[in-house]
Nanobody, 127 residues
């Protein structure tokens, strides 16, 4: 019983900022690492960012490090991805994902660890 819904995508220009949100319906008695992935046309779905259940641990793909920031509000079961200095190569469908975690500090950067996925939200960055 896990459902994830992304929102906040849109069309922006190079250098703009955009914030994506993920609303999660989960069993609060369990711990989940959360992540963001993206997929551009013709390419594989790639890792973007992840955050541990505690929120104390985060990890980013090299391509977005320093520009994107992941956060979560466990009380509200929401997660966000603040994207700054957007580039055309950031254009993709962005997916929210969740993975069962054994402890509050675990996080995962590979697709195989995630069992739950949102429907995706389109982000388009024009030159």
């Amino acid at each position: 019983q896990v459902q994830l819904v992304e929102s906040g995508g849109g069309l922006v220009q190079t250098g703009d900022s955009l914030t994506l949100s993920c609303a999660a319906s989960i069993r609060t008695s369990r711990m989940y690492a959360m992540g963001w992935f993206r997929q551009a046309p013709g390419l594989e779905r790639e890792f973007v960012a992840t955050i541990s259940w505690s929120g104390r641990k985060t990890y980013y793909a090299d391509s977005v490090k320093g520009r994107f920031s992941i956060s979560r509000n466990s009380a509200k079961n929401t997660m966000s991805l603040q994207m700054n200095s957007l580039k055309p190569e950031d254009t993709a469908v962005y997916y929210c994902a969740g993975a069962r975690a054994s402890n509050s500090e675990e996080y995962y950067a590979t697709r195989d660890k995630y069992d739950y996925w949102g429907q995706g939200t389109q982000v388009t960055v024009s030159a």
